[in-house]
């Protein structure tokens, strides 16, 4: 029997910075120990909250700037993931927390903006690990967020991440499924991620995770070099499709399929889809596909 | 509540009982191409030199015109006012207003439709639109990173404060940031935009040289002929557009390497020939009532009709980047009751050659008249020997700004030579995926 969830209040946001140096030094131990195999039940039976959550407007500015988002008074999708992100971390980081926070692959992400958020609104944020599954690499973990203001459900986030190694006890992992041979489409557009865009994003989104910064830990966790933030390209993705075609309120859903390595360059195709307008990013050279998803107003 | 004293026209019908605005005649200096002889020449500098040459040309001295538009791409911030500097710097009465505008390529046409529209509703007896741009002296920033650091000193209220602040400054923070004709939005520069639709329209390379061709040959013929004698005014040595090849053939054009589009599936077609190079140039164009010209003893040449703006969604790839005329033209032609085909002359400008044929290829598309313009069928096709007779940018160059001057003044003598009644229509792509198109028709 699962213990019944517990919502744990938190004074105030726990400041990222700490959380990493934590986080490095759990995930280190827990790289060297032997590898146990993770039951099913094992995610903490606790939902972190903080509540009168305010955006700072001068990294809200930043944020807009740097995703390519008008800098109105509204908080982009994005922002509001970002203002969530130090609870998956804490989370992720407390002792119960089953998988290693380093060398954690964000595979999905999954936003519903239901009610625009305007500079100035309290956010209460909550967040919850939830559903571990087997994966053909390892094991995955959802980190669902939920921001209310004055009691209203206004943004809903499901974070998808990988343990890559780590067994699910019990857990089957559906088989790999067969890739089609991906064509690129033709492209809209290209970004052109400078050296310092993992920095950059970094500041503004608080995530520090050094295999976007330094190249040294990009190489330890097996990537050639530095690489963008998922959650950066996802939200250029949003950027790009635009407040016309969004609306006020929006599914936008990404599957992140290989990082952009930084300094570099991705085709991207944004256009209209079926239920709304869907994008793509790849490498033009490689035809290798970085990441995929749609925006969708809901109606 | 009183009744409106006015009517207003229903929507997608030209206002009737305005009067005509007419096109008196135009200056421009000849087109350099980047770093040639107008290297160390400011945008202002070559405004003034064009305008002077008007002044000249009309007898404009001391006259207080009814107002001046012109506007350039390539901006120095301290160029807020260029159109106004431009006149404190000629002949004209300093009591003459100007303004300036921005609409990228459009520019300059943009300039002759806001200038005509406000002699048809009375407000201004003459106008001067204008414009300009020099890609030699374009202006250059410093980083954003170092912009917010020198602004920050400029706040400081201690030297200490101050120097604290320069700290900040990092080696990486100096490299300087030029313009580029890259889309914000997408990050594609115009030639790889321009290489989508391209490949889209499935233009081909022998087409696209085609079109060059014919301007350099028409181009060249119109100077022979002496047309431009009373359109343009020689600049620091330069009588010609420096861009001109004159023999220039299918052969050589054939010879150069593609520079656009190499990414994509289909083989490249577009080469430094068949797209406009980099440019420096002004123009203008003097702008009346019958009655101010006619006091005056001027000429007319032509009637600025009609026009209409269009822009097009490139970012999400419904339309090609420079395809906002081929929606716009249907919807001038449907306001002025004209078929695409009742028009002697066409000035489509030549961004590159490939645009020209896209729109023409739209508007032959039973398809894409249908679907896209909401129209029974094709717009048809066009008489090419009435395409761009005097050349278009491919040969002359194309200075962003000055494109539209260069073309509505051009344009209005070949059609006063044509006779009362010929009419011409003009259709000037532009970055941000816009359009401006408009009708003249000889005086």
Redesign the interface.
């Known amino acids: 029997m699962r213990a019944p969830r517990r919502v744990v209040e938190l004074a105030a946001m726990p400041p990222l910075a700490r959380t990493y140096v934590k986080g490095l030094s759990t995930s280190a131990v827990a790289m060297m120990a032997p590898r146990r195999p993770v039951g099913p039940d094992e995610v903490p039976a606790v939902d972190l909250l903080v509540r009168d959550v305010a955006a700072d407007v001068e990294r809200l500015t930043a944020y807009q700037h740097l995703v ?1 988002e008008p800098a109105g008074d509204l908080l982009p999708a994005g922002f509001v993931h970002v203002l969530a992100f130090p609870l998956q971390t804490a989370l992720m980081i407390r002792q119960d927390f089953p998988l290693p926070l380093l060398g954690m692959v964000h595979l999905a992400n999954r936003v519903e903006q239901r009610r625009p958020v305007p500079l100035g609104s309290l956010l209460d944020v909550q967040v919850g690990a939830r559903d571990l599954r087997a994966h053909r690499a390892g094991t995955t973990v959802d980190l669902v967020g939920e921001v209310r203001v004055d009691g209203e459900t206004v943004w809903t986030g499901v974070s998808t991440y990988l343990a890559r190694g780590v067994r699910l006890a019990g857990g089957t992992a559906p088989a790999a499924e067969r890739r089609a041979a991906w064509t690129p489409p ?7 991620l400078p050296a ?1 865009v993992g920095r950059r994003y970094a500041a503004v989104s608080g995530d520090r995770n050094p295999i976007h910064t330094s190249s040294l830990a990009a190489k330890a966790f097996g990537f050639p070099r530095t690489i963008a933030h998922g959650m950066y390209t996802a939200a250029r993705a949003l950027a ?3 407040p016309a ?1 969004r609306g006020e309120a929006y599914r936008w859903d990404v599957e992140f399929a290989a990082p952009v390595l930084i300094p570099g360059t991705a ?6 889809g079926e239920h709304g ?1 869907e994008f793509v990013a790849w490498n ?1 050279r490689k035809g290798k596909k970085h990441l995929e998803g749609r925006v969708t107003p809901l109606g | 509540m009183a009744a409106p004293r006015t009517t207003t026209p229903a929507p997608g019908v030209p206002a009737a009982g305005l009067r005509r605005a007419v096109v008196v005649g135009g200056n421009r200096i000849p087109f350099a191409r980047a770093g040639g002889p107008y290297v160390r020449a400011s945008n202002l500098d070559m405004l003034g030199a064009a305008l002077d040459g008007l002044v000249a040309r009309f007898g404009l001295a001391g006259e207080r015109i009814g107002e001046v538009a012109a506007g350039a791409v390539l901006k120095h911030s301290k160029d807020f006012n260029l159109a106004r500097e431009a006149v404190l710097g000629s002949p004209l009465s300093p009591e003459t207003p100007a303004y300036d505008l921005q609409q990228a390529c459009a520019t300059g046409l943009e300039t002759v439709v806001g200038l005509s529209n406000k002699i048809r509703l009375g407000q201004i007896e003459s106008g001067i639109a204008g414009g300009v741009d020099s890609t030699s002296d374009a202006p250059i920033v410093v980083s954003d990173a170092l912009r917010r650091i020198l602004l920050d000193m400029s706040r400081a209220k201690t030297p200490q404060q101050r120097v604290a602040t320069a700290m900040r400054i990092r080696p ?1 923070h100096l490299a300087p940031s030029a313009p580029t004709t890259g ?1 914000p ?4 520069s115009m030639g ?1 935009h321009q290489a ?1 639709t391209t ?2 329209w499935k233009i081909t390379r022998e087409a696209q040289d085609e079109i060059a061709l014919a301007s350099h040959h028409n181009l060249a013929a119109a100077y022979e002929a002496g047309f431009f004698d009373d359109l343009l005014t020689p600049y620091r040595g330069l009588t010609r557009d420096a861009n001109l090849r004159a023999d220039t053939s299918l052969e050589k054009l054939g010879s150069l390497k593609p520079v656009f589009g190499k ?2 599936d289909t083989p490249p077609t577009m080469t430094a020939g068949n797209s406009t190079p980099l440019s420096d140039g002004a123009s203008t164009v003097l702008l009346a009532s019958d009655a101010w010209a006619a006091e005056r003893g001027l000429p007319v040449l032509a009637t600025v009709v009609d026009a209409e703006a269009g822009a097009v969604d ?5 339309d090609g980047l420079l395809m906002a005329g081929a929606h716009a033209v249907p919807r001038l032609l449907a306001r002025n009751g004209l078929t695409l085909q009742d028009f002697d002359l066409y000035e489509i400008h030549e961004a590159f050659a490939a645009t020209v044929l896209c729109n023409l290829a739209a508007w032959e598309s039973d398809e894409f008249c249908r679907e896209r313009l909401g129209l029974p069928g094709a717009l048809g096709s066009i008489d090419r020997s009435r395409l761009n007779v005097h050349g278009s940018s491919l040969a002359a160059g194309h200075p962003f700004a000055a494109t539209g001057g260069r073309i509505v003044a051009t344009l209005a003598k070949a059609l006063a030579a044509k006779g009362p009644g010929s009419r011409g229509l003009i259709s000037v792509c532009a970055a941000g995926g816009h359009g401006v198109v408009a009708i003249l028709e000889a005086a």
């Open positions: 390519g033709t492209p809209t557009g290209e970004w052109r310092d790009d499709v635009g075609a085709a991207v195709r944004v256009s209209p307008h033009a | 990486r889309e939005r997408t990050g594609l790889e989508l490949a889209a990414s994509l490139f970012v999400h790839g419904r």
